[in-house]
């Protein structure tokens, strides 16, 4: 649980709000040809010289979203205790909104409406149901870990041990109680549980790109892999303190996500598949402020975001908020948990 | 055939139903024989996520195709191509596939399309649905 030491790291939320600015600031070019801002726009809109001057003062926002972010984590907004680090990443992120819905309205009077076709391939098969099992299998791991701790309370270490450093020695303990081993496995539980919920939702709820061009655009999968590597690794950090070593799996998830984000770096929208994106098949009006989205008639529950690297949910599905609710709600009362045993 | 992409396209924007319109395009490959009896057609959710609409639209679609024979639905297990008869000529039902032939042509030859366009158009139409079948026969 590193988080617990990371929330009072500066340098490291610094580190989090420069990555952040800096991908805020190649966005307009990661964008979809037809696409500027989260509008549809003519393709040559985006060669234009009114398009290049509005991405130059959108980034004048970004340069300043990251210099008021990294103030703020090292202490020029006054004492916040443990809190700069959040602080400053907020800061930042406010920013970059106020600069994205700017550059987003100055774009709107050269909107264009958006293609009303639509395209599926009917050859193509659902994945198969082994990876529904995969995304499930930490799920069941962790109720496994829930049912040996209720039933062998005993032989639960006390003190509980709930950070471990990079040595895979425990170094960070507390009192065995029942809050505290159940409140750790309600956080890793919901943890798992949201990353499991991504992870099915890329494999069956996501649109899929239809066309030859698009056979090498895997994004859905390498973003399926990511989440997957997360899930079994929060999974795995559960068995920890029953003594089991994860180390193993540790280098499995660290290899998989090194090479998931290389893979988005060199070959995804980085290394210049955008332009060959297709039509993400969504209505404007749909993207409320150009992030949210929010279509009943789309049955989407993800959908590719028109700004940014990802995918998004589509908030116009009663299933979303209930499946958002059921995996937020325990990570709240497990970050409630951690912020008790931080004080 | 049956490794090939089988791509519909629907228009939001059209003055047809989006369920016809899928209905129609599967239809289209039915006759084609691009579907075998026995094969799966993708879910209702699966079309509808793909498409961006609404699942009534995609179930709507199977359901009309299923009431022509075309499909036999089972809950759980998605839409299966089924053998389907043909069913005997009926003089009403070629009458009115004549009158919509003849106002589809007009609509087309009313927006500029040339007689010579619309010929090359049938005949490919006809020789991809029916091979050379199509080329001289049906009377």
Redesign the interface.
């Known amino acids: 649980m590193i988080w617990l030491n990371v929330l009072h790291m500066n340098p490291v939320w610094s580190l989090v709000v420069l990555v952040a600015a800096s991908l805020e600031y190649l966005m307009p070019e990661l964008s979809r040809p037809g696409v500027a801002f989260s509008v549809t726009v003519a393709p040559e809109f985006r060669c234009s010289v009114r398009h290049a001057n509005i991405v130059r003062h959108y980034r004048r926002g970004i340069l300043v979203s990251a210099f008021t972010g990294l103030m703020v984590a090292f202490g020029a907004a006054g004492p916040l205790n443990g809190w700069a680090g959040p602080a400053a990443f907020c800061a930042q992120y406010v920013i970059f909104l106020l600069a994205f819905l700017l550059a987003r309205r100055v774009t709107m009077p050269n909107r264009i409406a958006a293609p009303d076709t639509r395209e599926a391939d009917l050859s193509r098969r659902e994945p198969p149901a082994v990876l529904a099992v995969l995304v499930i299998a930490p799920l069941l791991t962790m109720a496994a870990v829930l049912f040996w701790t209720y039933s062998n309370w005993q032989q639960i270490p006390d003190p509980y041990p709930i950070h471990w450093g990079f040595d895979g020695q425990p170094d960070l303990w507390v009192e065995r109680t029942p809050m505290h081993v159940y409140g750790v496995l309600g956080l890793l539980g919901g943890l798992a549980a949201l990353l499991a919920f991504f992870g099915y939702g890329f494999l069956f709820w996501a649109r899929r790109n239809v066309g030859a061009q698009h056979t090498r655009y895997s994004f859905p999968a390498i973003w399926i892999a990511l989440f997957l590597g997360a899930e079994y690794f929060v999974a795995a950090s559960a068995t920890l303190p029953l003594g089991l070593d994860i180390r193993p799996l540790e280098l499995i998830v660290l290899a998989i996500l090194a090479a998931s984000s290389l893979y988005l770096i060199v070959i995804g929208p980085v290394g210049g598949q955008a332009a060959r994106r297709p039509d993400d098949q969504t209505p404007d009006d749909a993207w409320k402020f150009g992030i949210f989205y929010f279509n009943p008639q789309d049955a989407a529950l993800f959908v590719e975001k028109r700004f940014g690297l990802g995918w998004t949910v589509n908030f116009g599905q009663t299933r979303a908020w209930i499946l958002i609710a059921m995996a937020v709600a325990p990570l709240g009362v497990g970050f409630a948990f951690v912020m008790s045993i931080a004080s | 055939m049956g490794?090939?992409?089988?791509?519909?396209?629907?228009?939001?924007?059209?003055s047809v139903p989006v369920y016809r319109q899928i209905a129609d395009q599967?239809r289209a490959?039915l006759v084609a024989r691009e579907f075998n009896p026995g094969e799966r057609?993708?879910?209702v959710?699966?079309?509808?996520?793909?498409?961006?609409?609404?699942?009534n639209t995609?179930a709507e679609a199977y359901r009309n195709l299923a009431e022509e024979g075309w499909l036999s639905l089972e809950r759980g297990r998605g839409a299966m191509v089924v053998s389907r008869s043909t069913p005997a000529p009926n003089p009403r039902t070629r009458n009115a596939f004549s009158q919509r032939l003849r106002n589809l042509i007009a609509q087309v030859r009313a927006a500029g399309i040339s007689p010579q366009v619309i010929r090359s158009e049938f005949e490919e139409v006809a020789t991809a649905l029916f091979g050379r079948e199509g080329k001289g026969s049906g009377r």
Request: glycine share 6%.
């Open positions: 490794t090939s992409k089988k791509i519909i396209k629907i228009d939001l924007g059209s599967i490959m057609l993708p879910t959710r699966r079309v509808a996520v793909d498409l961006g609409v609404n699942h995609v």
